[in-house]
């Protein structure tokens, strides 16, 4: 038996980031280097130097996520003070009718080592920003003009900076440095809350697509007749 | 108001006009079932109306809680006159999760009341307050799938589903959350569902029947508004408080063969029991969830369904297969495809294979059907059962009125009844907790208005103790400890409200256990929204010494969420009150004592209860006291005595504040709860004692 699927959802985070950062790089560096895509981490180096690193990241299990979006409930939340999808940084992609593993995306923010958000910001360093301590590229909302252009240049689809149409300002994860409706310090939102523990924190740069969707599924997964591989 | 959007959207489709409501005005009444009921009694002038009628007036109400951070929440409540129980169409409701409750809200509205009948198929989009009446034409006849996915198209447009788009008031990368029935419901099927993604439910009532008789074929919500709440640190902090205590560690579980069945328990985890396909490979949740109960799969069949979804079909195919195939996924999605309600589908199935074995029903047979029963177990056989059922072909047409009509079309009825091989136990129901063994399921179900559905005893009284002794296990909490904490419990502080000994099943301590049970998830779980699959929370693996999060957690989420600090006995009577306006509907309708009674077998016919270990004989193992001491026994085989019965509800009338002989309430009581409005029309009816 065959499973009929045929709507219009994209088949998945990994081919859909692929063919947009495929485009973003061949369109750099010219049509002839289509035929041979440089990886992530080889486009990142070309810009690394005029971006200090971050240290901070999350990673996520695409196939451990249950798509309950209590990630995008908390974000929402700690940053704006009411859950809100639209305002959330993080967000889920859930299919019901698909086959797993192409069913659920999370898509997050990776604190690019090359952050073209920042670059193409146009009050760079006053609206989107880096935290000199952390590395954290966020954005400042009291001086972003919502002129979209770091949306656009994000090289994910969807991007990973979303839009808030009241106030006209860009939405960015800031890795949790600033929850005015949180007292905490040093956790992420969707970290604590997800139930599943599919979304992990972590100060090492993960260099590719593979680093940061990692497997998060051990022992106790198994037990619970879940698949680890 | 904190949790609300303030607007309540009121649609006529006779009309097509639309219009609001405050939701200020229903203030008390806070959400779902409370907010639900306070506006079915307040717009519908003529409760005697039938479930066809277009007088039938639908009210869609998300949960309370709904919208927030709060774990387990994201439930929507449907109200109206229902077209499933028998003899009678009492008012009832329904509750559906998925995504529904806290897009409804997000797109702007608290509530959906549905009046009236559209002349021609129609649907209905809301996208950020803009509500429009769409011709459904060319959906009619569409499964629930394929409708969604054509609404999906619809609403998303060009851009594509997971790419920010723009509505007037926000952006958005998701999907609109789509409420659809099926052929069956289009066909007035008294077994029509209404579903949302791929199996979420408006299950029993028959709903979907009645959305049929309105023409009424989806209604689709997407909004990028907020949900405000009191206190986002408080909030934040209380999520993480109870996930971190009582919620399930899913990378280092605790193994119960209980905690495979998520019935009422915070600390519930994905698991293979209730959903038992073999090509299992994610739990997936409501909007909000900590348990994500739902299966994914790899082929995609059998997607988010649990329970009797899968489980209808399933031990057919294991007895024809040898193993459960992904046939079972298959007649899971396809029930759902259809829109038909799978719990009636699961009883009903074993009541027609007795009747196929005993020679009534069958090709050429006194019942004459082409269905191949002898292929029961695969695809062939359900799929034209299925068909059947849904568009009202051959027998589909009695069976798709529920398997106490279509007993009454084959004149056996009365028959079946006595004997039990039809096991409709509560206003044409099916079974599904026996009430001989556990009593307070039929006695909350007989006193309301459906297959009541509320497990929060159902771990310690039940499935605890029913799988751990017969494979030889300890339960984690004694027979004692479980009396004690429940006897903690306001308003009533009774431990023998466990005390599940025939000598104590007909007494005070039981009406408490049933009134109890019905004022707190009138509350907790159908107002505030609180998933049945997780609450009450009494045991708990990964609580405290095993104690669930009841009644400490509800207590928590809703100071943080409303700034409000109530007391648990004050949350039990906000429950007795929407109760109350409940039984006034019934009574309005034209309830009387006499009518609240069950089928000849239950007062006749022994249970013998269900035999989990292979060699081991079957069992029903639930908190007793004898002789002063307390300790899990089997209490089957049992039946109910006819007479201890009537008394029992006496007791039960007198707990409630109502008159025993009619079982009608007293205007002083209803005064006393602020229900006057309910009081007048009562008595303008003659039916106020």
Redesign the interface.
């Known amino acids: ?1 065959g ?1 009929d ?6 088949s998945g985070m990994t081919r ?1 980031d692929f063919v947009k950062m495929s485009t973003t790089v061949a369109a750099a560096l010219g049509g002839a280097a289509a035929l041979t895509l440089p990886s992530r981490a080889d486009a990142a180096d070309a810009k690394a130097q005029t971006a200090s690193p971050s240290k901070m990241f999350l990673v996520v299990d695409q ?8 990630c995008m ?2 974000c ?3 940053h ?8 959330a940084r993080i ?1 889920i ?9 192409n ?3 999370i ?1 997050v923010c990776r604190q690019c080592a090359d952050p073209a958000c920042y670059y193409a910001c146009p009050l760079k360093d006053k609206a989107l920003c880096i935290d000199p301590k952390t590395g954290v590229r966020y954005i400042n909302k009291k001086e972003c003009i919502g002129c979209r252009k770091c ?1 656009e240049a994000c090289h994910f ?3 990973r900076i ?5 106030y006209k300002v860009a939405l960015k994860c800031d890795m949790c440095l600033d929850t005015p ?3 905490q310090t040093g956790k992420q ?1 969707c970290v ?2 997800c ?3 599919a979304i992990k924190f972590t100060s090492e740069q993960p260099s590719g697509h593979k680093e940061y969707n990692v497997n998060l599924r ?1 022992e ?2 198994a ?5 680890t591989d | 108001m904190y949790l609300c959007t303030g607007k309540i959207l009121r649609v006529n489709l006779t009309t097509k006009k639309v219009s609001t409501l405050n939701t200020s005005d229903y203030k008390e009444w806070l959400g779902g079932h409370g907010l639900a009921v306070a506006l079915f009694f307040d717009l519908v002038k003529d409760k005697s109306v039938g479930a066809f009628d277009p007088g039938n007036t639908l009210v869609i109400a998300p949960s309370y809680f709904s ?3 709060i ?1 387990a929440a994201c439930r929507t409540e449907m109200v109206g006159i229902q077209a499933q129980s028998y003899p009678y169409e009492w008012f009832s409701r329904t509750n559906v999760g998925g995504r529904f409750a ?2 409804c809200k ?1 797109a702007g509205f608290d509530a959906i009341v549905l009046e009236g009948a559209a002349e021609k198929p129609t649907w209905i989009n809301i996208v950020d307050g803009d509500v429009e009446l769409i011709d459904a034409t060319n959906l009619w006849g569409l499964d629930t ?1 394929d409708t ?2 054509v609404i ?2 619809n609403v ?1 447009g060009s851009a ?5 788009r ?1 509505t007037k ?6 999907r609109p959350s789509v409420l659809t029935i099926g052929p069956a419901g289009e066909n007035r099927s008294r077994l029509g569902a209404v579903i949302t ?3 979420n439910a408006f299950g029993q009532g028959g709903f979907g029947g009645v959305w049929g008789s309105k023409n009424l074929k989806a209604i689709s919500v997407l909004g ?6 009191a206190d ?2 408080e ?2 902090q209380v ?2 408080w109870a ?1 971190k205590n009582y ?7 605790k ?1 119960n063969a209980w905690q495979e069945f998520i019935t009422s328990h915070f600390g519930g ?4 029991g209730w959903a038992p396909f073999d090509n ?13 109960c739902k299966p ?6 059998g ?2 369904s649990i329970c009797v979804d899968a489980l209808y079909y399933q031990n057919w195919d294991l007895a024809k297969h040898g193993k459960i195939t ?1 046939i079972t996924g ?1 007649a899971a999605d396809l029930a759902q495809r259809m829109g038909i309600n799978s719990f009636e589908l699961h009883t009903e199935l074993a009541y027609l294979k007795t009747l196929y074995d005993k020679g009534v029903l069958g090709r050429g047979k006194k019942i004459d059907t082409d269905i191949p029963f002898d292929k029961m177990g695969e ?1 062939e056989f359900i799929q034209q059962f299925l068909t059947q059922v849904a568009f009202r072909k051959g027998i589909g047409d009695d069976i798709t009125e529920g398997i106490p009509r279509a007993a009454e079309r084959w004149g056996r009825y009365k028959e079946d009844t006595e004997s039990g091989i039809m096991a409709a136990m509560f206003w044409g129901y099916p079974v599904h907790y026996d009430t001989r063994a556990e009593v307070y399921w039929g006695y909350a179900s007989i006193v309301g208005g459906r297959d009541i559905n509320c497990h929060d005893f159902n771990v310690p009284a039940y499935w605890m103790p029913s799988l751990d002794i017969p494979a030889k296990k300890t339960p984690i909490v004694t027979a004692e400890q479980v009396a004690k904490w429940v006897g903690e419990m306001p308003p009533y502080y009774d431990p023998e409200m466990m005390n599940f000994a025939t000598s104590n099943i007909y007494s005070v301590h039981m009406a408490r256990t049933t009134a109890w049970l019905l004022h707190y998830s009138t509350f907790w779980k159908q107002t505030c929204g609180l998933c049945d699959n997780a609450f009450a929370d009494f045991v708990n693996p990964y609580g405290p010494d095993n104690r669930g999060i009841t009644p400490e957690g509800e207590l928590k989420f809703f100071k943080a969420v409303t700034g409000r600090k109530i007391s648990f006995e004050e949350s039990l009577e906000m429950g007795r009150k929407m109760h109350n306006l409940n039984k006034a509907i019934w009574t309005l309708q034209g309830r009387h004592r006499d009518m609240e009674t069950f089928p000849d077998y239950v007062f006749s016919v022994d249970t013998e209860g269900t035999s989990y270990v292979p060699g081991e004989p079957p069992s029903y193992y639930m908190p007793t006291k004898e002789n002063g001491k307390w300790d899990y026994r089997n209490v089957v085989p049992r039946h109910l005595d006819k007479n201890k019965f009537e008394e029992w509800k006496t007791r039960y009338y007198e707990l409630e504040g109502w008159d025993p002989k009619t079982g009608w309430q007293k205007a002083k009581a209803l005064k006393e709860l602020g229900l006057d409005k309910a009081a007048s029309e009562l008595k303008a009816k003659g039916k106020l004692k």
């Open positions: 038996m499973k699927n045929g709507d219009n959802k994209n859909r196939k451990k996520c249950a798509g309950c979006m209590s409930l908390a929402s939340m700690v704006e003070g009411s859950s809100n999808l639209s305002t967000q992609i859930d299919d019901a009718f698909a086959e797993f593993p069913d659920i995306e898509a949306i689809t969807p991007s979303s839009f808030n149409l009241k409706f949180w007292k939102a604590e809350v139930p599943q523990n051990g106790g997964w037990k619970l007749g879940l698949p | 919208g927030s951070l774990p806290n897009m997000y799938v969604q996915k999906f198209k998303i594509g589903y997971g790419k920010w723009a008031k926000g952006e958005t990368i998701q993604d791929a199996g990028t508004g907020s949900v405000e709440v986002p640190n909030l934040m999520r993480v996930e919620g399930a560690n899913v990378d280092n579980p193994i985890h994905p698991n293979r299992q490979r994610r739990a997936s949740g409501c909007t909000g969830c900590h348990l994500n994914r799969t790899s082929s995609g069949y997607n988010e992904e298959y695809v």
